[in-house]
């Protein structure tokens, strides 16, 4: 059997994204202070990208694993899982 790299096995994945509500929402204010932005480096999606002083996130790839929400020390962010039938589901083959 072949060992799947990264980007093929994120591509078993599907996503049912909750366009209206974002179950991780970013204070722009605190992400600009942060140093290191350690979100953007820990983020095992790659969701995370630095603009500027400032961070944006795109939560339509998250995998909810809660990385972020670990490792974001000055809580710039809100965090929540999606409202129910909505965000990540797992497949394989």
Known sequence: MKKLSIEERLGTTKFIVDEGVPHIVLDKSICATCKGKPCVKACPA??????????????????ECGTCRVVCLPKGLKWEYPRGTFGVEFRYG
């Open 46 to 63: 790659g969701l995370y990208q630095v603009q500027g002083d400032s961070v944006s996130f795109d939560f339509a790839g998250c995998l």
